[in-house]
């Protein structure tokens, strides 16, 4: 069975740091590559970044290049997005999504996401 | 900056068909958008349902497909259920470094 729980999560103030954790298992970790993608309370959906298969390509949204990294683990089965200098616009839940084995744009799962609170 | 714009909210009956559509402000969609499709429930993570414009996952219900019409990506839903309530959100990718979700749409099964 496909699983990817995130984690890292949690109270930050602005200007603060946090790195979120997806860690993924019933599945060839190595052939997919994954987005983070975030959703901030009763809004829609915002891609945040993606990392192909071997960390070759990596993109970012324009409203977080900069401050965040975007890492991945091959090893561990692990996918990593360090934040750095947050803002009270990054509020929102951010969701580990997989990209189809060996394709490059379609999601075939969601993790069921993480909560960063950005807040003074 | 491209933006991605779906209807606001839509509302079936029982049984009913409804079309839910996706377009760009940079012209037509096609094909080469690879055109995505999610549903979202309250209190959820979003579920996959259309990918590359027209296909379907395995878990994917017969009655929702997707298509392109009139230079939009379009999921259609033909026989609605009160459970196809629900968000719903497309995706476009104009480039590896350009992904785009629409701003959802607000299905009502009533």
């Known amino acids: 069975e496909v699983q990817m729980v995130e984690s890292g999560g949690g109270l930050v103030k602005p200007g603060g740091s946090l790195r979120l954790s997806c860690a993924a298992s019933g599945f060839t970790f190595s052939h997919h590559g994954f987005n983070w993608v975030r959703q901030a309370p009763g809004k829609g959906l915002e891609w945040v970044s993606s990392i192909s298969p071997s960390s070759a390509y990596i993109y970012y949204a324009d409203s977080v290049r900069g401050r965040f990294t975007i890492s991945r683990d091959n090893a561990k089965n692990s996918v990593h997005l360090q934040m750095n200098r947050l803002r009270v616009e990054d509020t929102a839940m951010y969701y580990c999504?997989?990209?189809?084995?060996?394709?490059?744009?379609?999601?075939?799962?969601w993790g069921q996401g993480t909560l960063v609170s950005v807040s003074s | 900056q491209t933006v991605v714009t779906q209807e606001p909210s839509l509302t079936v009956s029982p049984g009913g068909t409804v079309t839910l559509t996706c377009a760009s402000s940079?012209?037509?969609?096609?094909?080469?958008?690879?055109a995505n499709w999610f549903q979202q429930k309250p209190g959820q993570a979003p579920r996959p349902l259309i990918y590359?414009?027209?296909k379907k996952h395995s878990w994917t219900p017969a009655r929702f497909s997707g298509s392109l019409l009139g230079g939009k990506a379009a999921l259609t839903l033909s026989g609605a259920r009160p459970e196809d309530e629900a968000d719903y959100y497309c995706l476009l990718y104009y480039s590896r470094a350009q992904v785009v979700f629409g701003g959802g749409t607000k299905l009502t099964v009533l």
């Open positions: 590359t414009t027209t």
């Open positions: 999504v997989r990209i189809l084995e060996y394709g490059d744009f379609d999601i075939d799962h």
């Open positions: 940079t012209g037509a969609v096609t094909s080469g958008d690879y």
